[in-house]
């Protein structure tokens, strides 16, 4: 491991720390009812066990090989420009989303992705989106009854 997993570490044991401590001013509540502070409380605390993990391992290797010059960080294009489009479609789906409609937005979205992040063809980012378009409709509208805007197709 390199020298910053170190560094990493101590961040990660103090965010969960920070996190634990600051939430657990929210009631607990019971097993029955859970209040607000059970996520947070054991999410702080599995953030701060990880850390203290890497931590552990970072000192272990540091202790037995020496720790290795890290190369700067250097993103190759292709894969920064697929973070780059997958932001912009995440991004533009949440500007449309009111207008387009959940169904729309959703279709748009996922063959946008398929076409240009792990370019498929055209017929199997169709079918794939349109399958993901409404399993999604059918899992929040009629399994979890949730209001999802209609947009232009009014569904």
Same mark, same amino acid.
């Given at each position: 491991m ?9 961040f ?11 939430s ?5 509540g ?7 502070a059970?996520?947070?409380?054991? #999410? *702080?605390? !599995?953030? +701060? ?5 890497? =931590?552990?391992?970072?000192?272990? $290797? ?8 890290s190369?700067?960080?250097s993103?190759n294009?292709?894969a920064?420009?697929r973070?780059?489009f997958?932001?912009?479609g995440?991004?533009l ?6 207008? #387009? *409609?959940? !169904?729309? +937005?959703?279709f748009?979205?996922i063959l =946008?992705?398929m076409?240009?992040? $792990?370019p498929?063809?055209?017929k199997?980012a ?24 209609g ?5």
């Open positions: 390199k020298k910053r997993d170190l560094g990493m570490a101590v990660w044991v103090l965010l969960g720390i920070t996190i634990s401590i600051g657990s001013r929210f009631p607990f019971g097993l029955a009812h859970p209040g607000p059970y996520f947070p409380v054991g #999410l *702080g605390l !599995v953030i +701060t066990i990880f850390g203290v993990i890497v =931590f552990f391992q970072a000192r272990k $290797a540091r202790e037995e090989g020496g720790v290795k010059p190369a700067p960080p993103p294009r292709a920064t420009r973070v780059v997958c932001l912009a995440m991004t789906s949440a500007v449309l989303f009111e207008t #387009l *409609g959940f !169904v729309l +937005t959703m748009l979205m =946008f992705m076409r240009t992040i $792990a498929q063809k055209w199997t169709l079918f794939y989106s349109v399958v993901s378009a409404l399993g999604s409709l059918f899992v929040f509208k009629v399994l979890l009854k949730t209001q999802l805007p947009g232009l197709l009014g569904f």
